[in-house]
């Protein structure tokens, strides 16, 4: 009895799942489409023969390859036969680039030498300047890489100057542009170009095979030898490259790399406004307080430094006359003494006793004499001492160096504007002369001292 296709259809996808069942297989990638649903339709192909592969979209939204032709891959799956064409398909399930074995060993082999040489080593690693002007940018010259840094760094620091070396980043002998570039940049001077402060080595996401040029060794000697600190910004967070253990700061991604690398303008912005906002608060409470204390002074009323000096001048004279009183009183007393004594004694013991009482009494008066000059001596010095502090106190000084005194109608010192109208007149003093002022206009407290003052 004869079968339906469908029958046979089925029964040969039976056959060919059980048959051949999961496999690996290796080719080239022909023809591919990605069909509206995200699932991607290619052909894997050799010398000889093709076969169609189907890979699902839920397995494609995690792939990290992007699949084109001519791509060598290899492809794990499970070969079956659609039944709605009865052909031939391989599902597949993973996919991986060919070669990528033998890359990966060559990435630990050239890793583990380098780092044996030290080229790894964080005491190597150079700072990256704090407030840098300027970078110098190694990357393509097209694509969204260079575009996105750019819109970052006008965002985040756009004080700063940008020096673009546009280099290949993929394919054979791009290592080679790259340490070239390296070169250039990090001796500038030497070929006429501007000099950056620090470096950024830059490429977008791709496969190891697309990245392959930053894990070769020309590169990484280049990156040591820089004289420059080197920023690596290569690939997708996920992504790691031998550039990156030797470069001075590795980045995620290229943008930040510029996050890392630079400060940000509105934080600087903001941190300036509170510096300036705490000056303003201590250059007002500062003329504050000396307002206070010329208000005090003008209160006092000293038409000059020596009327506060007068009553220490006069405490000073009584002192003096004292002293020369006490010693003329204290001389005469002892003179009495002695010729009282020298008429009851006649004998000679008398007047040896009485000569050796004589010369003490000499001794005793020039001890005080001298004694009295030097207190004379210290009065005077501190009584010019308190006229220089006096003097330098005194209002007239703070006027002479710019300050003014400013009063209303009624002689009292203003030391706020909150009882003061337009209209109000007022009357200043300066340190030579005095006149007289109307308001015109009352600013507010917080007004920016620059503004215009009309009176």
């Given at each position: 009895?004869?079968q339906?296709v469908t029958?046979?259809?089925?029964r040969?996808?039976?056959?060919?799942?059980?048959?051949?069942?999961?496999?690996s297989?290796?080719?080239?990638i022909g023809?591919?489409?990605?069909?509206s649903?995200?699932?991607i339709?290619?052909?894997l192909?050799?010398a000889?023969?093709?076969?169609?592969c189907?890979?699902?979209?839920?397995r494609?939204?995690?792939l990290?390859?992007?699949?084109r032709?001519?791509?060598q891959?290899e492809?794990?799956g499970?070969a079956?036969?659609?039944?709605g064409?009865?052909?031939?398909q391989?599902?597949?399930?993973?996919?991986r680039?060919?070669?990528v074995?033998?890359?990966?060993?060559?990435?630990?082999?050239?890793k583990?030498r380098?780092?044996q040489e030290g080229?790894f080593s964080?005491?190597?690693?150079?700072?990256?300047?704090e407030?840098?002007?300027?970078v110098g940018l190694i990357?393509?010259a097209t694509g969204?890489?260079?575009q996105?840094?750019?819109h970052r760094?006008?965002?985040?620091?756009?004080?700063?100057?940008?020096?673009?070396l546009?280099?290949?980043?993929?394919?054979k002998?791009?290592e080679h542009?790259i340490?070239?570039a390296?070169?250039?940049?990090?001796?500038?001077?030497?070929?006429?170009l501007?000099?950056?402060?620090?470096?950024i080595?830059a490429?977008?996401?791709?496969?190891?095979e697309?990245l392959?040029?930053?894990?070769e060794?020309?590169?990484?000697?280049?990156?040591?030898?820089?004289?420059?600190?080197v920023v690596?910004?290569i690939?997708?967070?996920?992504?790691?490259?031998i550039?990156?253990?030797?470069?001075d700061l590795r980045a995620?991604?290229?943008?930040?790399?510029?996050?890392?690398?630079?400060?940000?303008?509105a934080?600087?912005?903001s941190?300036?406004?509170?510096?300036?906002?705490?000056i303003?608060r201590?250059?007002q409470?500062?003329?504050q307080?000396?307002?206070?204390?010329?208000q005090i002074?003008?209160q006092?009323r000293?038409?000059?430094?020596?009327e506060?000096?007068?009553?220490?001048?006069?405490q000073l004279?009584?002192?003096h006359?004292?002293?020369?009183?006490?010693?003329r009183e204290?001389m005469l007393r002892?003179?009495?003494r002695?010729?009282?004594l020298?008429a009851r004694?006649s004998?000679?013991?008398?007047q040896?006793?009485?000569g050796?009482?004589?010369q003490?009494l000499?001794h005793?008066?020039?001890?005080?004499?001298?004694?009295c000059?030097n207190?004379?001596?210290?009065?005077t010095?501190?009584l010019d001492?308190?006229?220089?502090?006096?003097?330098?106190?005194?209002?007239?000084?703070?006027?002479?160096r710019g300050?003014a005194?400013?009063?209303d109608?009624?002689?009292?010192l203003?030391?706020?504007t909150?009882?003061l109208?337009e209209?109000?007149?007022?009357?200043i003093?300066?340190?030579?002369?005095r006149l007289?002022?109307?308001?015109?206009?009352i600013l507010?407290?917080h007004?920016?001292?620059?503004?215009?003052t009309?009176y």
């Amino acid at each position: 009895m004869a079968q339906s296709v469908t029958e046979l259809v089925t029964r040969l996808r039976q056959t060919v799942e059980m048959g051949v069942g999961e496999q690996s297989v290796t080719g080239e990638i022909g023809s591919c489409k990605v069909a509206s649903s995200g699932h991607i339709y290619f052909t894997l192909k050799d010398a000889q023969s093709q076969l169609q592969c189907a890979l699902y979209s839920f397995r494609a939204r995690m792939l990290r390859l992007r699949l084109r032709e001519g791509m060598q891959v290899e492809l794990r799956g499970k070969a079956t036969v659609w039944e709605g064409r009865g052909s031939l398909q391989f599902i597949v399930e993973s996919v991986r680039e060919a070669g990528v074995g033998t890359l990966q060993q060559r990435f630990e082999a050239l890793k583990q030498r380098l780092q044996q040489e030290g080229l790894f080593s964080p005491e190597r690693k150079r700072p990256l300047p704090e407030f840098p002007q300027s970078v110098g940018l190694i990357t393509s010259a097209t694509g969204a890489v260079i575009q996105d840094m750019r819109h970052r760094l006008e965002q985040r620091a756009p004080w700063m100057q940008v020096y673009l070396l546009p280099v290949q980043v993929q394919g054979k002998g791009a290592e080679h542009g790259i340490a070239r570039a390296l070169h250039c940049l990090g001796h500038a001077a030497e070929y006429g170009l501007p000099q950056p402060e620090y470096i950024i080595l830059a490429r977008g996401g791709g496969s190891l095979e697309d990245l392959w040029c930053f894990n070769e060794e020309v590169v990484a000697r280049a990156i040591a030898a820089c004289p420059l600190p080197v920023v690596s910004a290569i690939g997708h967070e996920t992504d790691f490259t031998i550039a990156d253990f030797v470069a001075d700061l590795r980045a995620p991604t290229p943008t930040a790399a510029i996050e890392l690398s630079t400060p940000d303008a509105a934080e600087l912005q903001s941190q300036l406004q509170a510096t300036e906002q705490h000056i303003r608060r201590q250059l007002q409470r500062a003329l504050q307080w000396a307002g206070m204390r010329l208000q005090i002074l003008e209160q006092s009323r000293l038409r000059s430094p020596m009327e506060l000096l007068a009553p220490y001048g006069q405490q000073l004279d009584v002192l003096h006359e004292d002293i020369f009183r006490s010693s003329r009183e204290r001389m005469l007393r002892e003179g009495n003494r002695l010729s009282l004594l020298e008429a009851r004694l006649s004998s000679r013991a008398v007047q040896e006793r009485l000569g050796t009482a004589a010369q003490k009494l000499r001794h005793t008066e020039q001890h005080l004499l001298s004694l009295c000059r030097n207190r004379l001596v210290s009065a005077t010095a501190r009584l010019d001492a308190l006229a220089a502090h006096t003097t330098a106190a005194h209002p007239q000084r703070a006027l002479e160096r710019g300050f003014a005194l400013v009063g209303d109608g009624n002689g009292s010192l203003l030391r706020s504007t909150d009882s003061l109208h337009e209209g109000d007149a007022l009357d200043i003093t300066l340190a030579s002369g005095r006149l007289s002022a109307r308001i015109t206009r009352i600013l507010p407290a917080h007004a920016d001292s620059d503004s215009d003052t009309n009176y």
